[in-house]
């Protein structure tokens, strides 16, 4: 709970993030973490984000997902006989 100037209290959501196998789609590993919005959250995932799928929940709800970034395939080597040298 965060006490605020005012005297008021405000309570943070508790979120939890979710890094998936990008070949199985099981769970990998999750973190939990606390954040003042679920705009907040989502921008405070995205920057945990290193290219593999991810699934950002609080409670039962389920925010946001960040699908896995292409793997960049491996550029066309051609060898030295192939291109008739």
């Known amino acids: ?4 100037a005012t005297g008021v209290a405000r ?3 508790g979120y939890r993030l ?4 990008r070949f199985s789609g099981h769970i990998d590993h999750r973190r939990e973490f606390l954040a ?3 705009a907040a959250a989502i ?3 995205d920057g945990w ?8 929940w609080c409670g039962d709800h389920k925010l946001h ?4 970034v292409p793997l960049v395939p ?9 291109s008739g040298r």
């Open 1 to 4: 709970m965060l006490r605020l």
């Open 74 to 82: 491996l550029p066309d080597v051609i060898s030295a006989d192939e």
């Open 36 to 38: 003042d919005s679920d």
């Open 49 to 56: 984000h290193a290219g593999g799928p991810m699934e950002l």
């Open 65 to 68: 997902r960040w699908e896995a």
């Open 11 to 13: 309570v943070m959501a």
């Open 18 to 21: 979710y890094f998936m196998d």
């Open 43 to 45: 921008a405070i995932a």
